[in-house]
């Protein structure tokens, strides 16, 4: 499967622990986003590299939020001191740099902060 | 800043029935457009997409959509449904320029009933 894959799929943790997501994108994608889903909306955009460099951050993201993608191949976003309202799915998606290119989305990762 | 509004949070129809998903975006510039299908427990997979040309726009499964400049709407439609296109469905937006962050609208749950 050379599809975007996300680990892990599910994750319940308690309110002010740490998590950390990882998002393998497909291997000759340049791009990559991070999106938010909660339930019942659509998703909303985090933030986004080219490469390794992270080239925009959505005011969603809060300063407890870091995302990375060293060597430019696989993501990682990570939370820290979570919250209740960090409940939701988590999206990566990947897709080439050139022009329009469709960006492919992986399963996500459910996160429950209980 | 681009937003987009789905008109209809669920759409209940039966088997072999039509059926429309109605989508209207506000943007101050131009834009590509976008429908996107989520099966439970699944990522988001491309319908459709409009980027230029044609304003009747053919898709995946049977579905199509039509762009409408002046209305700004892109509103989905199927002639025949089946029980497995129960599904949520989104519409999107992203700018023409840069590296087509997508927008979403808060999605339509289409519920087909034999």
């Known amino acids: 499967d050379t599809g975007v894959s996300q680990d892990p799929r599910h994750k319940i943790t308690k309110r002010g622990q740490n998590v950390t997501f990882r998002c393998d994108p497909i291997?000759?994608?340049?791009?990559l986003y991070w999106y938010r889903q909660t339930l019942g909306q659509g998703p909303e955009f985090l933030t986004y590299?080219?490469?390794?460099?992270?080239?925009?951050k959505s005011r969603l993201l809060s300063d407890r939020f870091s995302a990375e993608r060293p060597k430019g191949s696989f993501s990682t976003l990570e939370i820290q001191r979570t919250e209740q309202g960090d409940s939701a799915m988590y999206l990566c998606?990947?897709?080439?740099?050139?022009?329009?290119?469709?960006?492919?989305f992986g399963p996500g990762t459910r996160l429950t902060v209980l | 800043a681009q937003s987009v509004t789905q008109l209809d949070s669920q759409v209940p129809v039966f088997e072999e029935a039509p059926v429309e998903l109605r989508c209207n975006y506000s943007s101050s510039v131009s834009v590509y457009l976008f429908w996107y299908v989520q099966y439970p427990n699944q990522g988001l997979q491309l319908l459709l997409k409009?980027?230029?040309?044609?304003?009747l726009v053919k898709g995946i499964n049977g579905f199509e959509a039509e762009f409408n400049k002046s209305q700004t709407s892109f509103h989905l439609r199927k002639p025949s449904v089946h029980i497995s296109d129960t599904a949520e469905y989104f519409c999107?937006?992203?700018?023409?320029?840069?590296?087509?962050?997508?927008?979403f609208g808060a999605g339509t749950r289409l519920a087909v009933h034999p």
């Open positions: 998606a990947s897709s080439l740099a050139q022009g329009y290119n469709e960006q492919f």
């Open positions: 291997s000759e994608h340049n791009r």
């Open positions: 590299f080219q490469n390794e460099a992270q080239l925009e």
């Open positions: 409009y980027l230029s040309g044609s304003t």
């Open positions: 999107a937006v992203s700018g023409l320029r840069g590296y087509n962050k997508l927008i």
